[in-house]
């Protein structure tokens, strides 16, 4: 029997963590008993919530709903029931990423002492493996009830995915595959009146700024991620590429507004992301001298994940306005506060 006193992976003072096949955490939540898969074994709801993880899932319908309300043209402004379908879809697909994600690696985390739910043997991996593709055939059939385009759309962030999972994430072009699966994201919104809405040439524009913006913003979240696993980085350098693809979203996001090709309520926003990620890089990278370690790049990726919802926030103020821009970035509330008790990374 282990006691955990501090974990960046959700554990708190007074858990324990058997390391054996039938281990579990005891953090005294509702049980869920997976009788159909072999033995029953006892997992608390809470790992599963850190195994899909959940803060992250509040980024998703921001992208969704930025892809969408590009195709719009206002002041016809329309909403259906394929927007929430096509969320829900999403968070299903993503879920499902993180969860084959976490399986492919469980070696490597249990390695480098990672206590995942799934490497600490507190879910079972074919409980895993089996919810995984129960998320990506109900995202398959709500995608296909919106739309043949959409299901094709889907069906691509899917293969992305799991290509990501499996193989690419360990290859040089791993920030590549998840910046496109992520941008794909935002064309899996506008999916559903993508071929009515591209006949507008401003609509193309800025469907095509806003894919580039959230790719070069995910291929940086992943450079910087790749570094979690250091013990101390004394050498700075490595900086450099995610925060020059960083500077080019800021870059591109500015003149873009400045051209008219969005409104300028889009600079509000963005000077609010601006101020988040100059405060954290300052807080937990430029500020230590001696060198950073994993804590400190665990908590500036948890940031960066977190703000995309910040950084669409600022698309959806470009294009209707500061109170849209304002009720998209609402979605970050949520995960911040869920990412105190549940780990991001």
Partial sequence: ????????????????????KN????????????????????????????????PNLFTIPSNIIVGYITLLSPPNVGLSWSLPLIIISSCLIYAAGIIFNDYFDIETDMREGRLRPLSSGSVRKR??????????ALALVTSAFVGFLSFVVSSAIIIIALLYD??????????????SARAANIIYGASPILLSGLFESENIQRLML???????????????????ASTININRKWLFRPFLLLSLVVLVMFVSAVLGVFRTDLLVNLAFLISILCFFAYRWIFRFKSGIGSE??????????????????????????ILLGVAVASFI?????LSRLLYVT
């Fill in 210 to 228: 806003e894919s580039a913006c959230v790719f070069m913003y995910v291929a940086a979240i992943i450079m910087v991620s790749e570094r979690e």
């Fill in 333 to 337: 509330i949520p995960g911040l506060v």
């Fill in 127 to 136: 409980a895993a493996v089996l919810l995984a593709f129960i998320f990506l």
């Fill in 166 to 179: 499996y193989k690419l994430k360990r290859t040089k072009i791993a920030p590549v595959a998840m910046g």
């Fill in 296 to 321: 400190e790049i665990q908590n500036l990726v948890k940031i960066l994940v977190l703000c995309m919802v910040i950084l669409d926030s600022a698309f959806a103020s470009g294009i209707f306005g």
């Fill in 23 to 54: 281990c579990k955490i005891n953090v005294g939540r509702i049980i869920i008993v997976f009788s159909d898969i072999g033995r029953a074994n006892p997992v608390a709801v809470k790992d599963y919530l850190l195994m899909v993880r959940l």
């Fill in 1 to 20: 029997m282990v006691l955990i006193k501090k974990s960046n992976y959700g554990l708190h003072n007074g858990d324990c963590l058997k390391k054996s």
